[in-house]
């Protein structure tokens, strides 16, 4: 009797084992799957890319180039312009009609002109300029200027040279120095200063700017004034500011080179300047309009 009690609590006590072990299989399989040994010896690949791959990949792919086994030797300046096809040395030119048109003045029709040309490298330029005006067949307070231009700064260049008066009364002449270029806001200046005979000193100013209303049409405000340290009555000039010019022309560009345009012109002298003309009979106030043509080449 003893014996079955025996046999029967072990039975029990093996169902009960063999259950919770077969209740227990599925869990530990699907939390810790179970290691195939056939498969330990193979690598797997990855279930996607890694972040560094491509980058790896590409610097895989990169493979930099042998250094130069012939190094460039000496070469002149010429055939090192040859070979790179540039040239900062090379010397150009241009002639510039700013200004050539006709004007209805108080004194009758007139005929001015605002010319200029230079001829040089990027930093050293011979540079020429003129302007003046014809009333009934003469020339009246008309200039030229020769000077020698450099390049100081990126947008500036100084000038120096001489300056010829001619027209009415004695021609008088000048030594300059002065500065151009681009002033903020894209206004063209020039400030010349002058030195002339028995003391002498006058100082030019002018300034322009572009409006661009189209590519091709352009409208152009202008500014200049003239001032002298002493009268000259020979040439009917007081002392101070002598006279102010100001103009606005509208140009219409056929090609860039050749532009026609209208525009009107206000023109004032002050001082002794102003009297003498009165003196004369004139006006030192006079607004013209002017038809004309800008052209370069």
Known sequence: MPRVKLAVLYGALGLSAGSF????????????????PSQSSAPQPPAGPMPN????????????????????GNMTYPQMAALMQMNDRQRTGMVLFDQLEWRNTAAGDAAAWDAEGWYGGDYNKVWLRSEGERVGGSTQNARADLLWDHVFARWWSVQAGGRQDFGAGPGRTWAAIG?????????????????????????????EYELLCTQRLILQPEGEANLYGKADPARQLGSGLSDLEIGLRLRYEVRREFAPYIGVVWSRQFGGTADRVRQSGGDPSDVQFVVGLRAWF
């Open 179 to 207: 500065v151009q270029g681009l002033a903020p806001y894209w206004f063209n200046t020039e400030a010349t200063f002058y030195v002339g005979e028995q003391g002498r000193t006058a100082v030019r100013l002018k300034t």
């Open 21 to 36: 072990a077969l209740g227990d299989e599925p869990q530990q399989s699907a939390s810790h799957p179970q290691h195939d």
């Open 53 to 72: 791959d491509q980058d790896n990949s590409s610097e895989a792919a990169h493979v930099p180039p042998d250094p130069p086994q012939h190094p460039m």
